[in-house]
């Protein structure tokens, strides 16, 4: 893997700009196929849009996708010790044996798209500070979480999905949302692993002092995300963006990991063009967020998992989309006549 190219985070910063562009041709080139398939205009609907979105993307008019990437990353957060979810931060370590096992949900979704599956645990040992207190990552640590998301995508990855596991991280996730995008704290917070009443309202507090004890989670995507996200967070938007620079094609996994992602476009409008929603959870707040991404979901099956397994299914949609574009037939090719 490509050693990440930052050592700061005004470095970290500069990769947010000059970022590669959809293949023009390719686009263009995609379209003119989809025109000339065998079935009436928009007969696929969103279908053929899914198709020619991944073709501009990997340049290519009849691309395929054999190469997916499914990458885990897992953390502990200091505001699991406030008693914001209904599992102790224990479990983030269980899980990840889970993981590795083969055991977890993930696990079967990942071999049922056809996809590899990495697991990185990240500093289990080493909770983020509690950001009640002030900020959750010091700059270095920060920069050492967006690293490993980084430099843990494959670059001859074709599609990639991010995951998450790590105790207390909606809470983190309700915090960062209502620094980016305001409201109140109660618009932004769910039940998470299934908090009872008190517990919601426990999150919503934690949410609000986390906002007040860092200001500069307000102004600026990243800053949001050091000081009040965790480092499978920070991750997963640090794969995020090398994706973007590699012209890999992301599916969104559910509110975690589109909070991340909307760190991101915080700070450069645009950087997630290279990302489908891949679908809308049953946490009330990521269809919220997704409507101030501008990203309309591919499927909603109520999921509330994480792991990244709501995108994961949605691999196989995207695949449906690709193959009826690349493998159907044109009017000319199949000798039908199109009116």
Known sequence: MTDHAFTSLDGFRTLLEGLP????????????????????????????????????????????????????????????????????????????LNFEAG???????????????????????????????????????????????WNAVDPTADLLVCGEMGIANTTAASAIALALFGGEATDWVGRGTGV?????????????????ANPQAQQDGLQALRCLGGREMAAMAGAILRARHLRIPVLLDGFICTIAAACLERSKPGVLDHTIAGHVSAEAAHATVLQHLDKAPLLSLGLRLGE???????????????????????FAEAGVSDG
């Not at 055991?103 to 645990?121: F, K, M, P, T």
């Not at 709501?310 to 009826?324: E, K, M, P, S, V």
Request: aromatic share 4%; charged share 15%.
């Open 21 to 96: 562009e959809p293949d023009a041709q390719a686009l263009a080139d995609a379209e003119t196929r989809n025109s000339q398939l065998t079935k009436p205009p928009g007969a696929l609907g969103r279908l053929e849009d899914l198709a020619i979105w991944y073709a501009g993307w990997r340049g290519s008019a009849r691309p395929e996708i054999t190469t997916p990437q499914i990458l885990i990353f897992a953390a502990n957060h200091g505001v699991a010790a406030l008693g914001v979810s209904a599992f102790p931060a224990e479990v983030t370590a269980q899980m990840v």
């Open 196 to 212: 009872d009443d008190a517990g919601l309202g426990l999150k919503a507090q934690v949410a609000r002092q986390g906002v007040v």
């Open 103 to 149: 055991g977890a949900a993930i696990n079967q979704l990942a071999a049922n798209a056809g996809a590899s599956l990495q697991v990185h645990a990240l500093e289990l040992d080493r909770p983020t500070a509690d950001f009640t207190k002030g900020p959750a990552m010091q700059e270095a640590e920060f920069l050492e979480a967006l690293a490993a998301g």
């Open 308 to 330: 990244g397994s709501g995108a994961a299914l949605a691999i196989g949609t995207l695949r449906a989309a690709i193959a009826c574009h690349s493998g159907m037939s044109t």
